[in-house]
């Protein structure tokens, strides 16, 4: 991909707008570069009255293989202007204030603000949605996956509960996501529509028009109602404990990273994409 090429493309279909991801030489691991982006093309389409509904789609063979850890284009230690609430930039702190403001910020902050969204949003997924990916998935509401996708959250790997934005319980089930955590191993796309987390499993092929043509169906409908419905669906999982199970799971993260960062190399205990992905393997 050339340098000059965003990393967020956004297209108009009709009454739907179409958001890529677009760093496929690095399976679409998101740099901040990609989240503020993400969170312009997302507002652009919120805003414009012509849109009714949002897919979320990955380009080249892979959904998202979760938070950039380690390519060239790694903005960790850049200041983006803040969005998702009114913690403090990262830059200039350190340790665990660091890393609290920058997580809240470009982790949690951004996925609630992305769920609470008024549209609704289909996610295309194909190849991986890892860790971070997940996350990306898991703000949409509807998940239209190809046959070879795949999904995982190894963080337990590094001594880690799981990604920041913890909705596992939620989405999975209680002993589903347990097994999920536990075992790190990648859960099938098949799996993943068994267990309820995915809408629709089509072939590589077909992804495309399946995630177009049932964002065209609920475009169909009032928009005003979509966004009625959607809120209430979202608030009935609030009150089930999700946004305070949110913040829990939060504190609990952090607190595995200050651990590994006194008790290991480094608070992501060593490791890096590369080591993760072998001992997925």
């Not at 570069?33 to 789609?57: N, P, S």
């Not at 990955?58 to 979760?66: D, N, V, Y």
């Not at 799996?191 to 499993?201: D, F, L, P, Q």
């Not at 043509?213 to 009625?228: D, Q, S, T, Y």
Request: aromatic letters at 8%; glycine letters at 8%.
């Amino acid at each position: 991909m050339a340098e000059e090429e965003p990393v967020v493309r956004y297209e108009r279909n009709g009454p739907t707008a179409v958001v890529t991801m677009n760093r496929p030489n690095y399976r679409n691991a998101q740099n901040s570069a990609m989240t503020y982006a993400l969170d312009d093309a997302f507002y652009r389409a919120c805003a414009d009255d012509e849109v009714q509904v949002i897919v979320l789609a990955g380009a080249g063979e892979h959904f998202s293989a979760g938070h950039d850890i380690g390519s060239p284009g790694r903005d960790v230690d850049v200041d983006y202007e803040r969005r998702a609430g009114l913690w403090w930039g990262h830059t200039d702190k350190a340790g665990g204030e660091s890393r609290f403001a920058r997580e809240q910020e470009v982790y949690l902050g951004m996925c609630r603000r992305w769920r609470d969204m008024p549209k609704p949003v289909v996610a295309s997924v194909q190849g991986a949605c890892v860790a971070g990916g997940l996350m990306l998935a898991w703000v949409c509401d509807v998940i239209v996956a190809a046959e070879d996708a795949f999904f995982a959250d190894p963080v337990v790997r590094m001594g880690i509960p799981g990604v920041e934005y913890f909705v596992h319980p939620w989405v999975l089930g209680p002993r589903i996501a347990k097994e999920f955590l536990f075992t790190g191993k990648r859960m099938s796309a098949q799996r993943a529509y068994e267990v309820g987390m995915v809408n629709r499993v089509v072939p590589r092929e077909q992804l495309t028009d399946t995630s177009l043509e049932l964002a065209g169906e609920i475009a169909a409908m009032p928009r005003f109602g979509l966004a009625l419905a959607k809120k209430a669906v979202n608030q009935a999982e609030d009150l089930m404990g999700r946004h305070s199970g949110l913040d829990s799971a939060f504190g609990l993260h952090h607190l595995a990273h200050a651990h590994n960062a006194e008790v290991e190399q480094d608070s992501l205990s060593g490791m890096d994409a590369k080591s993760m992905k072998r001992a997925a393997e």
